[in-house]
């Protein structure tokens, strides 16, 4: 069993920064692809920032020049650099990753989320 574990999340004031990590757990030959999406209040859950096998890089234009998505193979992990944080980066942050366990079987899992709060 594969499972995600998030943390990094808290209350900042605006302009602080913030470091989420993902770690991943269980039978992983590797990772294929990561993802980091967020869900505010009443709003649906969006793309924040990918990592894809090839490494290429995506983010979502609201992050872009303050996000930075990174990931340690070795170490199973993902992280998340937020810079420059604004009120409406204020929600709930969920890890999501593509695995290729053990048994080389493919599955997408998710973390629990972790709340992030910018105050202004």
């Known amino acids: 069993q594969v499972q995600l574990v998030e943390s990094g999340g808290g209350l900042v004031q605006a302009g602080e920064s913030l470091r989420l990590s993902c770690v991943a757990s269980?039978?992983?030959?590797?990772?294929?692809?990561a993802a980091w999406y967020r869900q505010a209040p009443g709003k649906q859950r969006e793309l924040v920032a990918a990592i894809v096998s090839n490494g290429k890089i995506n983010y979502a234009d609201s992050v872009k020049g303050r996000f930075t998505i990174s990931r340690d193979n070795a170490k199973k992990s993902v992280f998340l650099q937020m810079n420059s944080l604004k009120p409406e980066d204020t929600a709930v942050y969920y890890c999501?990753?593509?695995?290729?366990?053990?048994?080389?079987?493919?599955?997408?899992?998710w973390g629990q989320g972790t709340q992030v709060t910018v105050s202004s």
């Open positions: 999501n990753q593509e695995i290729r366990t053990g048994t080389g079987v493919d599955i997408n899992t």
């Open positions: 269980g039978n992983i030959f590797r990772i294929n692809a």
